[in-house]
């Protein structure tokens, strides 16, 4: 460098300075604001990407879904079959008759039902059927026949339950003072299209 006249060093850093011009000029005007465009491409890519993705997942979940409906739809014919309709007073009868065979309880009386539009919210299409229900029963009995009523009869709501000591009024043994007299009021829902009030 030394042997370059003050000219030619003159023109030399000139060039150079004219160099790193041009490529901050470059750099700043086409290299910058493609590299920016370029990094707002890739975050909208990861965009779709992810949406993609999520949308790959629910469609795999659609089929699920689908399954999960037919089983539930399936399942709610199943509880509508076994659903008051027609005749709700001979339903339970029915129903009863053989809650009472299967589970030690004594029914004296099963008043008929009182029909009425359903007030349990949300709207359903169902009517709803209160009624009166009282017996006898050891302790122990009369506990297993509740869990035989909400257990295999869900859409059947206890709205009252009264209890009483054994009736009996002689001493005959431990069996009589482990009896009780009951009443429940019950409320059933009904099949709207066959129900006649």
């Known amino acids: 460098m030394n042997s370059l006249t003050p000219v030619k060093r003159k023109q030399l850093f000139g060039m150079l300075v004219g160099v790193v011009c041009f490529v901050a000029f470059?750099?700043?005007?086409?290299?910058q604001p493609q590299h920016a465009k370029l990094k707002a491409q890739q975050v909208k890519i990861d965009e779709v990407r992810g949406d993609v993705a999520t949308a790959k997942r629910n469609?795999?979940?659609?089929?699920?879904?689908?399954?999960?409906?037919?089983?539930?739809?399936?399942?709610?014919?199943?509880?509508?079959?076994?659903?008051?309709?027609?005749?709700?007073?001979?339903?339970?009868?029915?129903?009863?008759?053989?809650?009472?065979t299967t589970n030690r309880v004594t029914l004296f009386n099963i008043d008929p039902p009182r029909l009425s539009e359903s007030e349990i919210p949300p709207q359903i299409p169902y009517r709803t059927a209160t009624f009166s229900v009282s017996g006898t029963a050891h302790y122990h009995d009369f506990g297993v026949f509740l869990a035989a009523l909400e257990n295999d009869l869900p859409?059947?709501?206890?709205?009252?339950?009264?209890?009483?000591?054994?009736?009996?009024?002689?001493?005959?043994?431990?069996?009589?003072?482990?009896?009780?007299?009951?009443?429940?009021?019950?409320?059933?829902?009904?099949?709207?299209?066959?129900?006649?009030?």
């Open 26 to 31: 470059v750099w700043y005007l086409v290299i």
């Open 59 to 100: 469609f795999g979940m659609l089929g699920q879904f689908e399954g999960d409906f037919k089983v539930s739809q399936q399942e709610l014919q199943s509880q509508e079959d076994k659903m008051a309709s027609g005749d709700v007073y001979r339903w339970m009868l029915h129903i009863f008759e053989d809650l009472q």
């Open 155 to 197: 859409f059947l709501r206890l709205q009252k339950l009264e209890l009483k000591r054994g009736t009996s009024f002689v001493d005959t043994g431990s069996d009589d003072r482990e009896q009780l007299s009951f009443s429940i009021e019950l409320l059933t829902l009904a099949k709207v299209a066959s129900v006649q009030p």
